[in-house]
């Protein structure tokens, strides 16, 4: 994944690689998925210019906990990392990650399905 600039954004010249992308996935009747993809690996400080490894388990933990829900981490070559929760919660996961974590803004963030 890309390094992840927390003043100016992702680093890529592509308007749609430095997007978080929150998607639900339907299971079997009325069981569904939350997926994040596209959250940055590495965050660079705005005032000391030090980038930091993001710590996935960590955000996971925090959102199980905060939606009580169960969730999954899936690393894939192809897609970086994503993050797998049951239900559709897609507004609460984009509050999280805007408010709690600080690492995306709102411009970032993109809800799909909804």
């Keep these: 994944m890309a390094d992840f600039d927390v003043s100016v954004g992702f680093d890529h010249k592509d308007s749609n690689s430095g997007k978080v992308h929150i998607r639900v996935q339907q299971r079997n009747g009325r069981k569904s998925w939350t997926t994040v993809q596209g959250f940055p ?9 030090r980038v930091l490894q993001v710590d996935h388990d960590k955000i996971l933990r925090g959102m199980k906990k905060s939606f009580k829900t169960n969730g999954t981490l899936i690393r894939d070559d192809e897609h970086g990392t994503i993050f797998q929760l049951q239900g559709d919660i897609r507004k609460d996961v984009a509050d999280f990650l805007i408010q709690a974590t600080a690492i995306v803004t709102r411009e970032q963030v993109m809800i799909h399905g909804s």
């Design 41 to 49: 690996d590495s965050v660079r400080l705005p005032k000391s210019g």
